[in-house]
């Protein structure tokens, strides 16, 4: 275990003096390197590679891309401008579906811009540099509120599961499931955290673990088929997880074996609390049947971590980045706004309109 606290000082979006920069989040534990995003086509080859990943951190990075694209336009002619952002939104929107927040943050982008009614091509760009500016600023307020909230449904000493990364890298910064456990450890919580290896591509084990290990927090890697077994010792006392998309009756979608966590939570007695800023809550979608869930390529279950196949050649595969965990599962919703219980229909829509 790490004993030095080294807390909050990851960002894994970056703008710095005109250039944007991400956290190459594929390279780590092994590696702490930034990339340089010149285009488009970067931004959209990080999103889809999951060099930048993590509903919050997809979103703000989106929107400084944009922004970076954005600069590329070399003509005056603001009708044209517009229609380049535009297509430039459309086509960073493609990259992965099932996170809300990459749409959202888009549209932001695209609606400031149209509303604006701007009189020279500089001054789009500005407000689009400005805008990207205030989602990142947002993103890093709603998590250290939601940190707030969520550690008040938390005592000294509990041990705590989680699954995928819904950490400090997930989003501009905190995170947000993992945000009340960095403020915990800040107060002398001493949380003890399982952390789900999150197969097939690891997030647990290589992010989270990281990351709290690197805040000096007691961690403990699991594979995610021995979350019943920690569970059945009594070691876990709360399970809290992330959310890519939260559909308007409270459904809501995140990395795969979530909806399995859920329900051995239920199981066990265990609260199982979903944290869900109000960017990644799309009431557009009324449940979780209408959320597009992310398939990828089956060589990431059987290739990717080994040095040789492990599984017959030309094996069939089925490989969906999400699931949808059913609202009857969560305990509670943890927003920036405030803490949302059942009925979620009725309740998210209240929160959604707090000001
Ligand atoms: O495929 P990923 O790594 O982008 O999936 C990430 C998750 O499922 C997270 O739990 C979710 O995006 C919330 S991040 C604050």
Not at 100 to 113: E, I, S, T
Request: charged fraction near 25%; glycine fraction near 8%.
């Amino acid at each position: 275990m790490n004993t030095e606290k080294k807390i909050f000082d990851i960002s894994p979006v970056r703008y710095r003096e005109g250039k944007l920069y991400l956290l190459d989040q594929t390279r780590l534990p092994g590696e702490e390197v930034y990339i340089e995003i010149k285009t488009k086509e970067d931004m959209w080859d990080a999103i889809y590679k999951l060099k930048v990943r993590g509903a919050p951190a997809i979103g703000v990075a989106a929107a400084y891309g944009l922004y970076v694209e954005a600069s590329r336009y070399s003509g005056t002619s603001v009708i044209e401008f517009t229609d380049y952002v535009e297509e430039s939104a459309d086509y960073l929107e493609t990259a992965r579906p099932t996170a809300v927040n990459l749409a959202w943050a888009l549209r932001r982008m695209k609606q400031k811009l149209k509303e604006a009614g701007i009189a020279t091509v500089q001054e789009g760009r500005d407000l689009l540099l400005e805008e990207a500016q205030a989602i990142h600023d947002e993103d890093v307020k709603a998590c250290r509120s939601m940190g707030e909230y969520g550690l008040s449904l938390l005592e000294p000493e509990m041990g705590i599961l989680t699954h995928c990364n819904a950490g400090t890298i997930a989003t501009a910064r905190y995170g947000t499931c993992l945000a009340p456990i960095y403020l915990g450890q800040e107060r002398g919580y001493n949380f003890r955290v399982f952390a789900d290896e999150t197969r097939p591509l690891l997030q647990g084990a290589r992010l989270t673990s990281w990351e709290l290990d690197k805040a000096g927090v007691d961690v403990t890697l699991i594979c995610d088929n021995m979350a019943a077994s920690v569970m059945k010792k009594g070691w876990v006392d709360a399970v809290v997880v992330g959310c890519d998309r939260m559909a308007a009756n409270g459904d809501g979608a995140n990395k795969i074996g979530t909806s399995a966590v859920a329900i051995l939570a239920k199981e066990y007695g265990i609260p199982f609390y979903m944290y869900v800023p109000t960017s990644t809550i799309d009431m557009e979608t009324l449940s979780g049947e209408d959320i597009e869930i992310e398939l990828r390529k089956g060589e990431e279950i059987y290739r990717m971590w080994y040095e040789k196949p492990m599984a017959p050649a030309g094996i069939k595969t089925y490989n969906p980045s999400f699931d949808v965990t059913d609202h009857k599962y969560i305990t509670a919703v943890i927003t920036e706004k405030g803490i949302v219980r059942p009925p979620y229909d009725i309740n998210l829509k209240k929160i959604m309109e707090k000001k």
